[in-house]
């Protein structure tokens, strides 16, 4: 990753140790009302290694679901640099903050705005709209207990060697252990929960080949 990507990425996370001291200062019912105001991210060590993820699967199509303010975002468009490929980032409310910066980092390096498409969508619905073993990989940073319902289309739409990833798994354990179960049933998938950020739970799919 470029250096001026990578002050982009420094800016982001300085912005966020501000607001969590902030944060700290405040009750739960305090911090409920005032959510869209703080930064909420994944941290610098789940992004790098999404970023490497990306590369080494060398995946060309990408969707995350939860975009937030675009700090993964920007470290997944930075990946498809190496892949050629496109990411579709989706999320229910307006991603007006994640498509500003973007286009920051965009600025500091050409290139990264092109390969992203945001959409205002649900992610289970779109899920469900896509062909059997098309996504190269997939990561989950969303409404955590909506994901069982959006079953099987998370792990239909994996191709082979795919990789399906889920954010806050060890921050928010009861919220994620229905959908875990369900992968955990899954024979095709060789899962591990990563401590990095606040929990990553990686499968690996093993179904389908890729298309030629």
């Known amino acids: 990753m470029d250096k001026a990507v990578l002050d982009v990425l420094t800016e982001y996370e300085a912005r966020a140790e501000r607001e969590f001291a902030e944060m700290a200062k405040l009750t739960w019912e305090?911090?409920?009302?005032?959510?869209?105001?703080?930064?909420?991210?994944?941290?610098?060590?789940?992004?790098?290694?999404?970023?490497?993820?990306?590369?080494?699967?060398?995946?060309?199509?990408?969707?995350?679901?939860?975009?937030?303010?675009?700090?993964?975002?920007?470290?997944?468009?930075?990946?498809?640099?190496?892949?050629?490929?496109?990411?579709?980032?989706?999320?229910?409310?307006?991603?007006?903050?994640?498509?500003?910066?973007?286009a920051h980092a965009d600025a500091v390096q050409p290139g990264l705005a092109r390969r992203v498409e945001f959409r205002q969508e649900d992610g289970g619905a779109y899920l469900a709209g896509l062909g059997d073993a098309t996504v190269d990989l997939l990561f989950l940073d969303a409404e955590r207990v909506q994901y069982p319902s959006w079953w099987p289309h998370p792990v239909r739409v994996l191709r082979r060697g795919a990789v399906l990833a889920i954010d806050n798994v060890l921050s928010h354990p009861d919220e994620?252990?229905?959908?875990?179960?369900?992968?955990?049933?899954?024979?095709?998938?060789?899962?591990?929960?990563?401590?990095?950020?606040?929990?990553?739970?990686?499968?690996?799919?093993?179904?389908?080949g890729r298309p030629s």
Do not use: C
């Open 30 to 102: 305090q911090i409920g009302s005032r959510i869209d105001e703080f930064l909420i991210f994944v941290g610098p060590e789940t992004g790098r290694l999404m970023h490497m993820l990306a590369v080494a699967a060398e995946a060309r199509v990408l969707v995350e679901v939860g975009a937030s303010y675009g700090y993964s975002t920007v470290w997944l468009a930075d990946a498809l640099g190496d892949t050629d490929g496109h990411l579709v980032t989706l999320d229910t409310g307006a991603s007006d903050a994640a498509q500003q910066n973007l």
């Open 176 to 208: 994620v252990a229905p959908f875990l179960a369900l992968l955990a049933r899954e024979p095709s998938l060789a899962r591990s929960t990563v401590a990095v950020g606040k929990g990553l739970h990686l499968a690996w799919a093993g179904g389908a």
